[in-house]
Every structure is written in structure tokens, then in C-alpha cells.
């Protein structure tokens, strides 16, 4: 067995093949345990990219509940489940950590798949409550019933899910236990009133110090220590009370437990040992530290949230190419523009969900920070603020990933859409997003707000259209949602922005006008570059490709369709987006109901099929593995227009 450098002593992370070896240790070797579980997600997690800070913080909790519960039988669900890597460590997968977010390897949130300690693939924040009462409900009949157990961060507390979860749990009586983890971050500081609550609950530590203190010394008196201990507790809640006034968690029927370190696995262990022997529904309060054993950690917990990795191959060093002009990210240039936008008109408000940095809008609050807002992870909340905003006469720009807006669908459609409300939704991460996989993939926007009246669909192409797409977006008076992917934005140097089509809603502009009787591609957003790329290389075999930028998908440029549809004899439209429902069912729908005389094109969808999209470790790899990439798209014009007129070089 391997010794650690620093002790010498034997590495006990490497006889944990399971939660049984965990058990099987002595408790005085725990804090052993833990430092080698941070150091090894340090080691692994810095090269691989991953969320780190949030993992760091909850070692000793999970070392903790794998003491405590036996978790083959129990059942343990994690919030979001970004943080369960030391608990993926401690279930027999520390050996394939190398492989964390990368193709075929460790999914970056809990997957049944992988494990059958990890119930659900989930990613989104606030659900652990309401999953586990309802394996709570399920498995009550049992004799000597499982117990569940739901770890949920202090920022994704603040979710409507939660409390809605909460209000529920409390009321029925059921024996479940939720752990808050209270570090007092999400990605970025936690906000609203709940957050300071808390704050003001971590200020109670000096009276449950002293009250512990208090407590050792009347267990130390003989005979009389165990029965005034009962009575010391009382004593307690009433001073708790009086520092800590209407515990909110109590009043919802849910007894409060903490706050406790969070970081002293041995105190932990006890704790739990005696939680889990409570009835009813019972919130452990569980102080811990972001970052916690990161340099960065203590004055940096955004910085360490997540990290990017380290390249696999270093690459030759070569003579540096010509210089070029930079890329600019479709993130940073949406912020810019927003900021610039701001600064010409008043009524420019931007709106965030508990992202700030990942949506760009930092940069929108350090210039308007009067007219910033995080509404924390509320998507519903933010939304229907949105649309009262608008009502009032603001032009509020809701800037959400398109993952996380399906969480405020409702309030979409009623608050917004109904109203025909001007309100700019902002769908940062459209199309795959890598390595975070199905729940985080932007796959469903398009078909999911296209079906809405009132609603305007676009999709900027480069940095110079998302400027041009945003000032468009505020001058219509009802709601537009602009959608673009994560990563860098294409530079086409030889289409300027002067020589562009004018950013009318419903116009889509033509980039090549292709051959009679031809193929045309009708590309959607970032999708433009992949076909124009392979117009060009079609253009080198002698054949001349049609490329549209289709621009909006509604409403949708029918006009041109209808020339296209009797000047070609193959569309085929591209887009990032599922098959169904998305831009590619939106020009069949079309096709279908305008009458084009002489037609004689076929339309053919180029989309994501119909599945889930797994994790891999770049879009691209996933655009290629869902048939998007370059040499599909070449593939298909040639099986389209026949191998014979597409001449090979």
C-alpha cells in the first residue's frame, strides 16, 4: 500500500474499493481519509475540468453518511449532484477519475448508469427534497423502512421547488432528512432573503459553541449530568429562539437541527448517528467551506467552482501563425452588447438566475449595477419579475441558459407570451455544451417556446449579428428569445456588417445563391459556419451550394422558402437543436402550407435525433457523433445530388 508523503503512513484511499471499507475504519482515522479524498480530487479534477470548489467542501459530509447509512439499501440523493464526486470516489469509481466528463468516461453529475449508489442523472438545482420524500412515501410499508436522505446546497434551497418540497414534507409527517450544505455560495455568492437568513443562523454558532461547552461540563457531574441533559436541551431551543427569532424551518413542521461544522468528520458522524433515529422531517444544518484545501479557496470560491483542465497532449511548439483577430465568445459579445444597449437607453434592465459570470452579465453589473438583478436559482421568479417589468415599461433582458429556462415554461407562456410582453430572453449554452451532458445540453428551446403565439425565435450567426440581433429584439413590442451556444463565435472577416442584410424579424439573408436545380442549405444560428464551410469545399469538387442564414425561425422568411422550394431540387436545413420540433420541423411545417408553384425541392433535416446526447469532451465531438459536423454535411450533398456531379480531388 502507498504512504502519503507527508505522514509516511499507510494511504488509506487506496483499500476503499466501496462504502464498506469506509465503515471498516477506525474513526480516529477519518481525518486521514478526508485529506487524501481532497488531494486526490485536486490531483484529478484540475486535470480533467470539473466542478471543484463544491466537491471540496463536502468531504466529511460524504465520509460521514457512508459511516452512518448503509446506502445499498438507504437512499441518498444529491442536489444538482455537481458536488457528488468524493461520493463517486467512495462507491468503487476513484480509478476511472481520469475519465471525469470525457468521452465514455465518468458522467459530472450522479448517473444509474455508472453506480447504484446514484439514483438519479440530475443536474438542475432544488429537486433532492421533493425526490426524497417521494422515496420516502415509497418505501414507508417496509418493515424497518430505508431512510432517505437529501443533500441540498443553501442556494438551491432558495429554489420555489424547494420550499414547495418542504411546505409538503412538513405537513405529511414523514421520516426524511434533509442536510443543508451551507457554504454560502452557489457559483456566486448566494443572494436574496434566505441567504441572509442563513448568515444570521452561522452568527448563532457562539451561542451553540457555548452551549456545548456548557453541556460537557453537566455531563461530567456525577449521577445528575444524564437527566439535567434532557432539560439543557430544552434550554437550548429557547435560547436558539431568542438569538435566532421565527425559525422558518420550524414553523413549516420541520425540525431544525444545527448548524454544525461541517468539516469535523468525527462530530459529523456522531450528529448523524443521532438524526437518523428522529421521526419526522429534519434539517440538519451543515456549515461548510467552497474550495475548502484550494489556495484559491478561502479569498476565490467562484474562481475554484469550476475548472477547465488541463490539455491532454501538449501539442509541438511551432512558429506562431500570422496574427488574426481575436475570437470574441457569443457570451462576452452578448454582454457588450447588452452594456452598450443599457447605455443608450434607460429602460434596458438585465435579469440573471444565480449565474452572473456564466451568462456574462457581471459585466452588465459593474456598468448598470443599479439595473443588474439576480433573482437567485428562481427561473419562475425571474421570469414572471420579467414580465412585470415589462408591463411597467422596462425592456428587461432575461439572460438564462436554455437548459434552466425550461424550468420557468409556465411563466413563458402566461405571464409573458399571453400578455405579448416585450421581454428578451437571452438563451446562453443552445445546442450541446460537452462535457456536461443531457442536462445541461440547450437541445429544446427552439421547440419549446416556437410553439408559443406572440413569441419572436432568432439566432445570431457571429459576434457582429448578436449585437445587430439584440438591438433588433428591443425594438419589437412583444417577447423575443435570441439563442447561441457556448464557445467562440466564427470570424468571416469577408461579410461585414455594411454589407449585411438589414435585422428584420422574418428575413433571412442569402450568403451564396448556389446552383439551378441544386442543393441549398437553409443553416440556423452557429450552424451557418458548418455550411458554408462546406459549401466551399463543395464549390473546389465544381459544385456551387446554396447557403441561407435563416436568421429568425419565427417568424420564418416563407417568402424565400417559397423561391427556394421551386428553384432547387434539395433544401436541407441544419441546426443544433432536436429534430423535433425544432428549425428543421418549422420549415417542413411551412413547406407544407404555402402553395409554390412548379415545386420541386425536397426538404431534407439535419438536427439531433431523437435521444439524449451523452456527455463527451468537446460540442464538437457530440455535433459528429449526431451527424452535424463538416463531413456529414458534405456526405449528404453528395448522396443528394449524386457522386457523379460532385467531382473528388
Known amino acids: 500500500m502507498a504512504k502519503t508523503e507527508e505522514t509516511g503512513r499507510a494511504r488509506l484511499l487506496d483499500s476503499i474499493e466501496g462504502p464498506a471499507d469506509v465503515k471498516a475504519l477506525e474513526s480516529g482515522d477519518l481525518p486521514q481519509l478526508c485529506a487524501e479524498v481532497r488531494d486526490f480530487l485536486l490531483d484529478t479534477v484540475q486535470e480533467t475540468g470539473g466542478h471543484l470548489g463544491s466537491n471540496l467542501g463536502v468531504v466529511e459530509l460524504t465520509v460521514a453518511l457512508h459511516r452512518v447509512f448503509d446506502f445499498e439499501r438507504d437512499k441518498l440523493v444529491w442536489d444538482v449532484s455537481h458536488q457528488a464526486y468524493p461520493h463517486k470516489v467512495l462507491t468503487g469509481r476513484k480509478d476511472r477519475f481520469g475519465t471525469l466528463r470525457q468521452t465514455d468516461g465518468l458522467c459530472g453529475f450522479t448517473h444509474p448508469e455508472e453506480s447504484p449508489y446514484d439514483l438519479f442523472h440530475t443536474g438542475h438545482a432544488g429537486t433532492s427534497v421533493s425526490l426524497g420524500l417521494g422515496l420516502a412515501m415509497g418505501m414507508a410499508h417496509e418493515k424497518d423502512a430505508p431512510h432517505a436522505v437529501s443533500v441540498i446546497g443553501d442556494a438551491s434551497l432558495g429554489a420555489g421547488v424547494a420550499f414547495e418540497a418542504l411546505n409538503h414534507a412538513g405537513a405529511t409527517g414523514q421520516k426524511l432528512l434533509v442536510i443543508l450544505n451551507d457554504n454560502e455560495w452557489s457559483i456566486s455568492k448566494s443572494v436574496g432573503s434566505l441567504s441572509k437568513y442563513l448568515t444570521k443562523i452561522r452568527g448563532s454558532r457562539l451561542v451553540q459553541r457555548a452551549g456545548q461547552e456548557t453541556k460537557s461540563l453537566v455531563q461530567a457531574i456525577p449521577l445528575i449530568g444524564s437527566r439535567v441533559d434532557k432539560a439543557l436541551d430544552d434550554v ?124 456574462g452579465l457581471d459585466l452588465f453589473e459593474e456598468a448598470h449595477r443599479s439595473r443588474f438583478h439576480d433573482a437567485g436559482i428562481c427561473e419562475q421568479h425571474a421570469v414572471a419579475m420579467a414580465a412585470g417589468m415589462a408591463k411597467a415599461g422596462l425592456r428587461p433582458v432575461c439572460a438564462i441558459y436554455s437548459t434552466f429556462l425550461q424550468r420557468g415554461y409556465d411563466q413563458v407562456f402566461q405571464e409573458v407570451a399571453l400578455q405579448g410582453l416585450p421581454v428578451i430572453f437571452a438563451l446562453d449554452r443552445a445546442g450541446p455544451v460537452g462535457q456536461d451532458g443531457p442536462t445541461h445540453n440547450g437541445v429544446f428551446d427552439i421547440a419549446y417556446l416556437r410553439t408559443l403565439p406572440n413569441m419572436v425565435l432568432c439566432a445570431p450567426r457571429d459576434a457582429t449579428d448578436v449585437a445587430r440581433m439584440l438591438g433588433a429584439a428591443l425594438k419589437v413590442d412583444h417577447p423575443v428569445a435570441l439563442r447561441f451556444p457556448r464557445g467562440n463565435a466564427p470570424i468571416r472577416e469577408e461579410i461585414h456588417a455594411s454589407e449585411r442584410e438589414p435585422m428584420v424579424p422574418g428575413k433571412a439573408e442569402v450568403l451564396r445563391d448556389g446552383d439551378e436545380g441544386g442543393l441549398c442549405i437553409w443553416a440556423y444560428g452557429v450552424m451557418v459556419e458548418t455550411a458554408l464551410a462546406a459549401a466551399a469545399q463543395l464549390s473546389e469538387r465544381g459544385v456551387d451550394v446554396g447557403v441561407v442564414d435563416a436568421r429568425f425561425v419565427k417568424p420564418l422568411d416563407e417568402e424565400l422558402l417559397g423561391a427556394h422550394l421551386a428553384r432547387f431540387r434539395h433544401v436541407v436545413t441544419l441546426e443544433d437543436h432536436q429534430r423535433a420540433g425544432g428549425f428543421g420541423s418549422a420549415v417542413l411545417e411551412a413547406g407544407a402550407r404555402i402553395h409554390v408553384p412548379g415545386r420541386r425541392a425536397q426538404i431534407r433535416v439535419l438536427g439531433i435525433p431523437d435521444r439524449y446526447v451523452d456527455h463527451m469532451t468537446t460540442r464538437e465531438e457530440q455535433l459528429a457523433a449526431a451527424g452535424l459536423d463538416l463531413p456529414a454535411v458534405i456526405r449528404l450533398a453528395k448522396q443528394l445530388l449524386g457522386a457523379s456531379r460532385v467531382e473528388d480531388r
Open 236 to 359: 437550548g431551543e429557547v435560547l436558539r429562539h431568542a438569538f435566532v427569532p421565527g425559525h422558518v424551518f420550524e414553523e413549516l413542521g420541520v425540525r431544525y437541527v444545527g448548524p454544525v461544522d461541517g468539516h469535523n468528520v468525527e462530530s459529523l458522524e456522531r450528529i448523524l448517528e443521532r438524526v437518523r433515529t428522529l421521526d419526522g422531517v429534519v434539517m440538519l444544518h451543515v456549515l461548510t467551506e467552497k474550495g475548502k484545501g484550494h489556495p484559491d479557496g478561502p479569498n476565490h470560491p467562484e474562481r475554484v467552482h469550476a475548472v477547465k483542465g488541463r490539455p491532454w497532449k501538449l501539442e509541438p511548439k511551432t512558429e506562431p501563425p500570422p496574427a488574426k483577430a481575436a475570437p470574441v465568445a457569443f457570451t462576452k459579445a452578448f454582454a457588450k452588447s447588452l452594456v452598450d444597449a443599457a447605455t443608450r437607453d434607460v429602460r434596458v434592465h438585465a435579469i440573471t438566475a444565480a449565474m452572473p459570470s456564466g451568462t
